[in-house]
């Protein structure tokens, strides 16, 4: 099988691997769809504090060709869709419910999406693998990583403005179904803790993703990115307004109206735009990640005199990928709108190169030798 291997910033490099052979517990997957991600390009550019360079990429979706010793649920030919991580279950991250922050979280990852195929380690076939509904694309389903990251920040948002603590936890997949209906009720209930307006700052495909959630969720919602075609398809995709950042001053009611924001570009600037945003007695959600040891000076008298909530979201937990993977089956998520193009893997370089240049929001990289269309 062949791999691409991230070397170092900027340069990837190709190996041939022998087929993998599963350990107990494990399942061996032939990726059907890998998707790029805004991670993936951070760590292209310049690396990671979390990742190490290797293999390369983790949305994907795909199906079984081995199973393990112990793995009853899969099958070879069944195809299914995960995300790269799961909880250890043990550590006191997550005895305390905070799977999320799980101090084992990065051990062993499933990673080396851009590849023919991919090892699901023991703990995510048990915790955060499912079957792929026939329904829904494998690209589609490859949307199950950056959905659950998208989930999880509405719950930190749903969390702090009830002033709650604690997280739930859920049993292994196979153990808990979650139809839509009980997805619905749960919503429902959650409804009062969520804001009538939120400010989205960063019109890339997680701004896009958290429009479609506050869409969904009946909550309305502005834009604010850079871009005319980002802006046009933020507003085709429900936007209330989308506003391009650094622009005219933003009108003050509708700036008393934001109660809650998302950060979602990843800047010092789009930090501090978040916090100019929100309303008094808001929150803000700073959900992209800056590099490494980077401050962010921030406006003490808004956060202390206007009680502003500043909170951060990271990563999810399996109640949160169960629940992104209800929204995808139902058909919650525009994933057409949201790929830019559909590759041959052989040219995942040309992928970020397109990244780079801000042409096109997401590429699905495909087998090469299959059709270069919508699988």
């Not at 979706?61 to 299914?80: F, K, L, R």
């Not at 006191?92 to 999406?113: I, P, V």
């Not at 509904?133 to 589609?140: A, G, K, M, R």
């Amino acid at each position: 099988m062949r791999q691409a291997i991230l070397e170092a910033p900027r340069r990837l490099g190709w190996r041939e691997l022998a087929p993998a052979q599963p350990q107990p517990g494990e399942v061996i997957v032939a990726v059907r769809v890998a998707l790029t991600c805004g991670t993936d390009l951070k760590t292209y550019r310049r690396g990671h504090p979390k990742l190490a360079f290797g293999p390369f990429g983790h949305e994907a979706s795909g199906d079984v060709i081995a199973v393990g010793e112990g793995v009853t649920a899969y099958a070879p030919g069944d195809p299914v869709m995960w995300v790269q991580t799961a909880p250890c279950e043990r550590c006191e991250c997550c005895r305390a419910g905070y799977e999320n922050l799980c101090r084992h979280l990065t051990d062993d990852m499933a990673l080396g999406a851009y590849a023919d195929a991919i090892r699901l380690p023991r703990h995510v076939v048990r915790r955060n693998l499912f079957p792929k509904p026939v329904e829904l694309s494998y690209i589609e389903a490859a949307f199950l990583e950056p959905f659950s990251c998208v989930v999880h920040g509405w719950r930190i948002l749903s969390r702090t403005r009830a002033g709650t603590q604690g997280r739930r936890t859920t049993p292994a997949a196979s153990e808990a179904p979650s139809p839509w209906e009980e997805h619905t009720v749960r919503e429902e209930a959650r409804r009062a803790d969520l804001p009538a307006h939120v400010a989205i700052v960063g019109a890339g495909t997680i701004g896009l993703l958290h429009l479609t959630y506050a869409r969904r969720a009946g909550v309305a919602a502005t834009v604010f990115g850079r871009g005319s075609e980002r802006l046009a398809l933020a507003e085709r995709l429900g936007a209330n307004a989308a506003v391009e950042l650094g622009g005219a001053e933003v009108p003050e009611p509708l700036r008393a109206s934001c109660t809650a924001v998302f950060e979602c570009a990843g800047t010092v600037e789009a930090w501090q735009t978040a916090l100019s945003l929100a309303a008094p007695g808001g929150c803000v959600v700073f959900f992209s990640g800056l590099p490494e040891d980077t401050r962010v000076p921030l406006d003490a008298g808004r956060i202390h005199y206007e009680e502003i909530a500043c909170v951060g979201s990271f990563h999810f937990t399996p109640d949160d990928v169960r629940e992104a993977r209800t929204w995808l089956v139902a058909g919650a998520v525009p994933a057409r709108e949201l790929i830019s193009g559909v590759l041959p893997l052989s040219a995942l370089e040309d992928a970020f190169a397109n990244l780079e240049a801000r042409r096109g929001y997401k590429y699905a990289l495909v087998p090469d030798g299959a059709p270069a269309e919508w699988v």
